[in-house]
């Protein structure tokens, strides 16, 4: 069973930085891609940052310059490195994963129960 656990949550004041974490477990397969989400209260889920196996990441344009995601492949993880955090980052941070449960299967959307980051003085 393939699950996505985050670590790295909490609360910080402007201009701090938070380190998010996602590992990914219960594959045997390939991991396609990986990302975060967020969804801040009242509001629609938003891609923050994606990193897949080939080609440049993707960051969200209020968060480029910011924000970092890295992987680690051999780990089966991806972080979320956060700089210099505003208010409006506060949301809900969820990982997801594009992964192959097993060698032969097909590629699935996985995601992670979120964790909390608030930035507030």
């Known amino acids: 069973q393939v699950q996505l656990v985050e670590s790295g949550g909490g609360l910080v004041q402007p201009g701090g930085s938070l380190r998010l974490s996602c590992v990914v477990s219960?594959?045997?397969?390939?991991?396609?891609?990986m990302a975060w989400y967020r969804q801040a209260p009242g509001k629609q889920r938003e891609l923050v940052a994606r990193k897949a196996n080939n080609g440049d990441p993707y960051l969200l344009d209020s968060v480029n310059g910011r924000f970092t995601i890295s992987r680690d492949n051999v780990k089966k993880s991806v972080d979320l490195r956060m700089n210099n955090l505003k208010p409006e980052d506060t949301a809900v941070y969820f990982c997801?994963?594009?992964?192959?449960?097993?060698?032969?299967?097909?590629?699935?959307?996985?995601w992670g129960q979120g964790t909390q980051v608030t930035v507030s003085s």
């Open positions: 997801s994963g594009c992964v192959r449960a097993t060698p032969s299967a097909g590629a699935e959307d996985y």
């Open positions: 219960g594959t045997t397969g390939s991991i396609t891609a």
